[in-house]
């Protein structure tokens, strides 16, 4: 977020006025006499603008104390309040803080810099609805100049609020008031970068370089993983040269010659991005839906695989009827059969259990009903192991989606040609990658045919 001081001493320096000369003539009408007249608001404006000096160098005693004597000199002035704010904001008053803009606005509610300012203060302070609304005022009024800026200030609050769209929208309403606003395409590229749509970022990269004649070490940092993501290594080298040739005191020098910038803050930004889209496709699924699969018992050696992040694929699996579903087929014939038994008549039944109470003990006699079980076993068995048979278990190599994973990073990992993962994972450009999935390293068309 901007700081809101040198925006606040550039606007009170213009304000400043010259005081009023007048030029009166005494007995010798060729020799003036200057006389200085100033008014309680020019006192009140040059106060301020010492006290905003005295705070910017850590002296908040004096600079409380100016701001004190410019509201003795002028009381309803907006600037008077608007740098109260500001004081507090800096030392840690937000609630005063709150205050002097609420005062400050009472006085005149169309004053585009305090409404500007209090956005961005209540931006910081996490209230992003109250500092659209401010900022947005501003920008409303018709003789508000410094409209590009408002724009970009609310774009990044909505940054600053996960709200992607809205930020881009705001950026876009930046540039096209002022095309060669370099912050301004500088955090344009930056969101598409998170966006993982390289090619605009890229675009974008180009405008920003010929607006600026300074370059900083975070916007060489984004180039070079622009171009590195893109599969670009000869361009995304000549970056990182220049980083580290331009700024080799640089914290983004230094990651580059460590791990070549393996993280820098537009990544932590693209994975904000990918989380809010994740809680955007939860926030849609209203309905439950229950999927029914079958209980798969896992081995050790697969536990293991699962682990590293390799795991056995079954090409063309179809689910053969089990041992166990045979066998409680069979056992319910059996039941049935015993409950017509037990409807036999009485006398019957007697003798039963008279043979089982008797202590004679007799060789066990196959009944039908046994044959029919072992019939049944041995077909659900003869079942189960063609249909083995006929499935081929393919074991393919694959990669789960990790936290800072790229394409361009795991093609690099598995020295595989980025278009050969386009290609088997079916991916289109701009790659979108989730933490979780899952990307095959082979050719899954090829392992079936094995």
């Excluded at 705001?170 to 540039?175: P, S, T, V």
């Excluded at 015993?338 to 006398?347: A, G, K, L, Q, R």
Aim: with cysteine; hydrophobic share 35%; aromatic share 8%.
């Amino acid at each position: 977020m901007k700081k809101l001081l040198p925006l606040f001493i550039a606007l009170l320096t213009t304000s400043i006025l010259t005081a009023c000369v007048t030029k009166n003539y005494g007995n010798d009408k060729d020799t003036p006499l200057i006389e200085n007249e100033s008014s309680n608001n020019e006192i009140a404006m040059t106060r301020i603008s010492l006290g905003l000096g005295y705070l910017k160098m850590g002296n908040t005693q004096q600079a409380k104390l100016n701001l004190e004597k410019a509201k003795r000199f002028s009381p309803n002035l907006v600037q008077v309040h608007t740098a109260f704010a500001h004081y507090y904001d800096t030392v840690g008053e937000p609630v005063l803080a709150t205050k002097a803009y609420e005062h400050a606005l009472s006085i005149n509610d169309q004053d585009a810099d305090t409404l500007n300012n209090y956005g961005v203060f209540l931006c910081r302070n996490e209230k992003y609805a109250a500092a659209e609304k401010q900022m947005l005022r501003a920008i409303a009024i018709p003789s508000y100049i410094l409209v590009a800026q408002s724009y970009e200030n609310l774009a990044l609050c909505q940054l600053k609020a996960n709200q992607f769209d809205k930020a881009q929208t705001y950026l876009e309403k930046a540039i096209a008031h002022s095309p060669n606003r370099a912050s301004s395409l500088l955090q344009m590229m930056r969101l598409q970068y998170a966006k993982s749509d390289y090619k605009s970022a890229q675009s974008y990269l180009h405008r920003y370089e010929k607006s600026t004649r300074r370059f900083t070490p975070d916007a060489l940092a984004l180039a070079f993983k622009i171009f590195a993501n893109q599969g670009n290594k000869r361009i995304s080298v000549n970056y990182g040269n220049m980083l580290v040739k331009m700024f080799p005191n640089s914290f983004e020098a230094k990651q580059y010659i460590l791990n070549e910038l393996y993280q820098i803050d537009a990544d932590k930004l693209a994975e904000e991005y990918r989380a809010s889209l994740s809680d955007k496709s939860t926030r849609k699924s209203k309905k439950r839906v229950v999927v029914l699969s079958p209980k798969v018992t896992t081995s050790p050696e697969k536990d293991s695989l699962s682990r590293h992040g390799l795991k056995p694929i079954m090409a063309n699996s179809v689910m053969p009827t089990t041992e166990q579903e045979a066998e409680s087929k069979v056992k319910s014939n059996v039941k049935s059969e015993e409950i017509n038994d037990e409807s036999n008549d009485t006398e019957s039944y007697r003798q039963q259990v008279a043979a089982k109470e008797a202590p004679i003990q007799k060789p066990a006699i196959q009944t039908p009903t046994d044959e029919l079980i072992k019939t049944e076993k041995s077909a659900a068995e003869a079942a189960v192991k063609s249909e083995v048979n006929r499935t081929p278990m393919v074991s393919l190599p694959i990669h789960v989606v990790i936290k800072g994973d790229s394409l361009f990073a795991i093609s690099k990992h598995y020295n595989i040609v980025m278009r050969s993962l386009e290609r088997w994972n079916k991916l289109r450009r701009p790659y979108l990658l989730k933490i979780g999935d899952v990307l095959y390293l082979a050719d899954p068309k090829s392992a079936t045919k094995r």
